[in-house]
């Protein structure tokens, strides 16, 4: 079972392989966006460790629902609402529980996902975080180390794709072959959970 103190621990891993990966996140943005994923989420995972140092939720739906809180409050790109989203999405789905089981975060991280594709439209194949997401979601039946590796491939695959949502839209075919910067951070974000898991 996974308690508060693995979804803590998935944030600061997630928080600490957004650091590292920062300048690599924006060097993806800057051919097919703005050049500010990797500051955009840098902050916003920096002040989600922070809120959750500083406030102590103690179910796990309480960590990934202020942590989503924290994303939308503190990232003005695209990438903020949607992985606030995903998370406070997510986190609603665990409910009040103390400790959750594998198959009930598979579900809600599903739900939390389809939210995210409500509210930005995108699909599978659009060239987005969700190319990720949607593979890492698929696998996480199969255990925390099939879901990144599926993560890490459907993020990899986003590269021949044309971008259908997104500022890379914008760019209609030029937008082809650059890996995609949202599903790039996608992989980061579920192979903490991975890391989180020891695995
Ligand atoms: P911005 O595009 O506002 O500068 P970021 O650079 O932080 O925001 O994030 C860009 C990433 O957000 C893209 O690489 C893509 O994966 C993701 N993204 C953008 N729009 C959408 C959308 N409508 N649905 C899902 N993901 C999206
Ligand atoms: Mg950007």
Redesign the pocket.
């Known amino acids: 079972m996974l308690g508060a103190d693995f979804f803590r621990r998935w944030m600061a891993a997630t928080a600490a392989s957004v650091d590292r990966e920062a300048e690599r996140l924006t060097a993806l943005?800057s051919p097919i966006?703005?050049?500010?994923?990797g500051s955009?989420l840098q902050r916003g995972f920096k002040a989600v460790v922070a809120t959750l140092e500083k406030d102590a939720p103690d179910t796990p739906g309480a960590v990934l629902t202020l942590a989503g809180r924290r994303l939308i409050s503190t990232v003005g790109?695209?990438?903020g609402p949607l992985y606030g989203t995903l998370l406070r999405s997510t986190g609603k789905a665990l409910g009040d529980a103390a400790e959750v089981s594998e198959a009930q975060l598979a579900e809600a991280l599903r739900a939390g996902v389809d939210k995210v594709m409500a509210l930005g439209g995108a699909a599978p194949g659009d060239k987005t975080m969700i190319d990720a997401l949607v593979p890492a979601v698929d696998a996480l039946g199969d255990g925390f180390g099939a879901a990144r590796a599926a993560a890490e491939q459907g993020a990899e695959a986003t590269i021949p794709l044309q971008a259908r949502k997104g500022?890379a839209s914008y760019l209609g075919e030029r937008s082809i072959g650059h890996q995609d910067?949202g599903a790039t951070s996608s992989a980061l974000l579920v192979a903490a959970l991975a890391e989180a898991a020891g695995e």
């Open positions: 943005d966006g703005d050049a500010d994923h955009n790109g695209a990438s500022r910067p």
